[in-house]
Antibody
Framework: QVHLVESGGGVVQPGGSLRLSCVVSGFNFNEYAMRWVRQAPGKGLEWVAFIRHDSSHVYYTASVRGRFTLSRDNSNNTLYLEMTRLTADDTGVYYC????????????????WGKGTSVTVSS | DIQMTQSPSTLSASVGDTVTITCRASQNINRWLAWYQQKPGKAPKVVIYKASTLQIGVPSRFSASGSGTEFTLTINSLQPDDFASYYCQQYNSYPITFGQGTRLETK
């Protein structure tokens, strides 16, 4: 069974930092791309970042580029999202998601999601 | 960026009804579209991928169609478990973008 468990969320002051983790099990982590998606309170879904299975390609949404760093440790089945210079707009639930195998090495949808970890940026 | 526009934003229906949600992309996304179901306080769950392919384990009362810029999700014979929010998402190009969501509520 596929499991994704996020952790590392919490309350942080504006300008602060957090490191989210996502520990996975039930599949060969080193074969799959991964994404983070967030959801502000009462709002819709927003894609945050993507990393290929081998870390060869990493993409970010414009609002976090330069502030967030996505990485993975395939030997420990763990995905990381390092978040710095946090603002109130970064508040929300952050979901780690597994991508499917993809087509043509580029077109991936998200077939499994974790339960999310909550991030609140507030003074 | 590709804008995804869903309609309606809210849909009121009863058990047994058939409902359709529409998603429009601001530019051609071929068939690289997924539909997700989300219940309050829960993670999203994929229902449909590649515009019309039913995810394993999803009931056959869910169906979807479309390509290019126009897509639809149809749920036949609504069941109590189907009342939730639904999001379309394009994965044709980065940034990945979602529709604003459609809340399917009990009439």
């Amino acid at each position: 069974q596929v499991h994704l468990v996020e952790s590392g969320g919490g309350v942080v002051q504006p300008g602060g930092s957090l490191r989210l983790s996502c520990v996975v099990s039930g599949f060969n982590f080193n074969e799959y791309a991964m994404r983070w998606v967030r959801q502000a309170p009462g709002k819709g879904l927003e894609w945050v970042a993507f990393i290929r299975h081998d870390s060869s390609h990493v993409y970010y949404t414009a609002s976090v580029r330069g502030r967030f760093t996505l990485s993975r440790d395939n030997s420990n089945n763990t995905l990381y999202l390092e978040m710095t210079r946090l603002t109130a707009d970064d508040t929300g639930v952050y979901y780690c998601s597994k991508c499917d195998f993809g087509e043509f090495g580029f077109y991936y949808y998200m077939d499994f999601w974790g339960k999310g970890t909550s991030v609140t940026v507030s003074s | 960026d590709i804008q995804m526009t869903q309609s309606p934003s809210t849909l009121s229906a009863s058990v047994g009804d058939t409902v359709t949600i529409t998603c429009r992309a601001s530019q051609n996304i071929n068939r690289w579209l997924a539909w997700y179901q989300q219940k309050p306080g829960k993670a999203p769950k994929v229902v449909i991928y590649k515009a019309s392919t039913l995810q394993i384990g999803v009931p056959s009362r869910f169906s979807a169609s479309g390509s290019g810029t126009e897509f639809t999700l149809t749920i036949n014979s609504l069941q109590p478990d189907d009342f939730a929010s639904y999001y379309c998402q394009q994965y044709n190009s980065y940034p990945i973008t979602f529709g604003q969501g459609t809340r399917l509520e009990t009439k």
